[in-house]
């Protein structure tokens, strides 16, 4: 099981990025995807998540309005456009999967549903 996050780094305060999360090695349909983030000496914190069939997704309030999810099925990967970004922006950024299966309309933004991580990529974002 494997999913791999990648995209990160570092980035001037009001620009963009956009991480992917590639996964291998399980039944990708059983399995919403989420994004999270931290900082060390801080909790874990959702970012966003989107389900079995990318029809539904929810989105931090701290990035609500500047990042978006989109799944694509066809290539096991979930992308996270984020735009706008700002120093507080800054962390480990982390995909996960949480099965969901037989339900394809649900994800969850808390981190306790997910029970398959991929190693994180670093954002820096610069004042």
């Known amino acids: 099981v494997q999913l791999q996050a990648s995209g990160g780094g570092l980035v001037q305060a009001g620009g963009s990025l956009r991480l992917s999360c590639a996964a291998s090695g399980f039944t990708w349909d059983y399995y919403a995807i989420g994004w999270f983030r931290q900082v060390p000496g801080k909790e874990r914190e959702g970012v966003a998540c989107?389900?079995?069939?990318?029809?539904?997704?929810r989105i931090g309030e701290s990035v609500k309005g500047r990042f978006t999810i989109h799944r694509d099925n066809a290539k096991n990967s979930v992308s996270l456009q984020m735009n706008s970004l700002k120093p507080e922006d800054t962390a480990v950024y982390y995909c996960a999967a949480d099965r969901t299966y037989p339900r394809r309309t649900y994800c969850a933004i808390g981190d306790t549903d997910y029970d398959r991580w991929g190693q994180g990529t670093l954002v820096t974002v610069s004042s």
């Open positions: 989107i389900s079995v069939d990318g029809r539904k997704s």
